[in-house]
């Protein structure tokens, strides 16, 4: 169990891997038989090694909404999840990482990385139907990047030897 955090009606929200996914449940601790919620489970890995501490994948907004990144074939997505029906809906943005997820009123903040830039402390206004407005607040630097010298990387999916689904990033070389 990690990242346990109080949802706004009282329920105890928390990442477990006790379907062998990391995914995040709750559970009501006023209900006389307080058992972890069912929801289903989704092939996803929510949350950062627990080894990693302050980690901040999931957040309340003002609505009650579970805003939480995941990672999906070795890419960061962000999304709501209901947790009522454990529906996830994914927010469409352009940043392939979040991290430090906060609640900030009308909106969330993150630390995010996108491809071609340098990460950045990032506000992201859900507007409704999976589309979201993002400000990057400030980036970790303030030099541009040269792109001759930039290698993009490309997503690999691949069997090991064990026939278990291996997700990686491929960065080709590049020169200026």
């Known amino acids: 169990m990690k990242q346990p955090r109080w949802s ?3 329920r105890l929200f928390y990442i477990c891997e006790q379907s062998g996914w990391a995914n995040i449940t709750h559970l009501d601790v006023d209900a006389a038989d307080a058992v972890p919620a069912s929801l289903p489970t989704l092939e996803l890995e929510f949350g950062r ?5 302050g980690s901040s994948d999931y957040v309340f907004a003002s609505n009650g909404a579970v805003v939480c990144s995941w990672w999906d074939s070795g890419v960061g997505q962000l999304g709501t ?3 009522a029906t454990g529906e996830l809906s ?6 392939v990482a979040f991290d430090a ?3 900030a009123s009308d909106s969330i903040v993150a630390v995010t990385q996108e491809r071609l830039e ?3 402390v990032t506000r992201i206004t859900l507007e409704g139907d999976g ?4 400000v990057p607040l400030k980036r970790s630097t303030d030099q541009q ?3 001759a010298y930039l290698s993009v990387a490309e997503d690999l999916t691949w069997q090991n030897s064990q026939n278990l689904t291996v997700h990686g990033f491929f960065y080709p070389p590049t020169n200026a």
């Not at 090694?49 to 501490?53: E, I, S």
């Not at 589309?131 to 993002?134: M, N, R, V, Y």
């Open 81 to 83: 999840l209901d947790s």
């Open 49 to 53: 090694p627990g080894g990693l501490l």
């Open 118 to 120: 340098a990460a950045a």
């Open 8 to 10: 706004p009606d009282g």
């Open 90 to 95: 994914q927010i469409m943005t352009t940043a």
């Open 131 to 134: 589309l979201a407005t993002t």
């Open 101 to 103: 997820l906060a609640s």
């Open 145 to 147: 990047l040269d792109m």
